[in-house]
T-cell receptor, first 109, second 114 residues
């Protein structure tokens, strides 16, 4: 099993729709989880940290399911500018971050 | 908002030459990192640095690579005797702490080995 696994997509979604994707991780001792977004040929940018209780930032909601070892990202009322690759990032027990390969999202007008 | 800055944005080098990639982390951050991303592939951890020494490194970070914090602001990655497969985007990142402290990335240096 890969340390961090994501559906590569692409997810093709009409503007205004809601989209969700998951990320599974293999290390049950992981404590820190993040979602980053990366635009083509740009640096990863932090979207949000993921907390045990789940957290929301505007149109974005992140959830953590420790029992099943996955985190999720929900985007509501999607905008054209949300088109990007979304990277799931999980720490190993020694704090080294492991990056998923990313899920590509394309928002269509 | 403070940011991580990297120079140069693009470096073209002949195979076998040495390159130094430079980074200025966010000023109050204590942990520094280098990552690379080969075109079309995922971000790969290279090394983390804290308190003037390497705290962790990956299998990729072999004797060809070294890092240094020569002064209070710069953090450099040196690649000796570059190979074609070293061509990639190299990202520097910094964080205030580890664990739940997120890492903030620079714009990256595109390294092209000819």
């Amino acid at each position: 099993r890969k340390e961090v696994e994501q559906d590569p997509g692409p997810f093709n979604v009409p503007e205004g729709a809601t989209v969700a994707f998951n990320c599974t991780y293999s290390n049950s001792a992981s404590q820190s989880f993040f979602w980053y977004r990366q635009d083509c040929r740009k640096e990863p940018k932090l979207l949000m940290s993921v907390y045990s209780s789940g957290n929301e930032d505007g149109r974005f909601t992140a959830q953590l399911n420790r029992a099943s070892q996955y985190i999720s990202l929900l985007i509501r009322d999607s905008k054209l500018s949300d088109s990007a690759t979304y990277l799931c990032v999980v720490n190993k027990a020694n704090y080294q971050l492991i990056w998923g390969a990313g899920t590509k999202l394309i928002i269509k007008p | 908002e403070p940011e991580v800055t990297q120079t140069p944005s693009h470096q073209v080098t002949q195979m076998g030459q040495e390159v130094i990639l430079r980074c200025v982390p966010i000023s109050n951050h204590l942990y520094f990192y280098w990552y690379r991303q080969i075109l079309g592939q995922k971000v790969e951890f290279l090394v983390s640095f804290y308190n003037n020494e390497i705290s962790e490194k990956s299998e990729i970070f072999d004797d060809q690579f070294s890092v240094e914090r020569p002064d209070g602001s710069n953090f450099t990655l040196k690649i000796r005797s570059t190979k074609l497969e070293d061509s990639a985007m190299y990202f520097c990142a910094s964080s205030a702490g580890q664990g739940r402290q997120p890492q903030h990335f620079g714009d990256g240096t595109r390294l092209s080995i000819l």
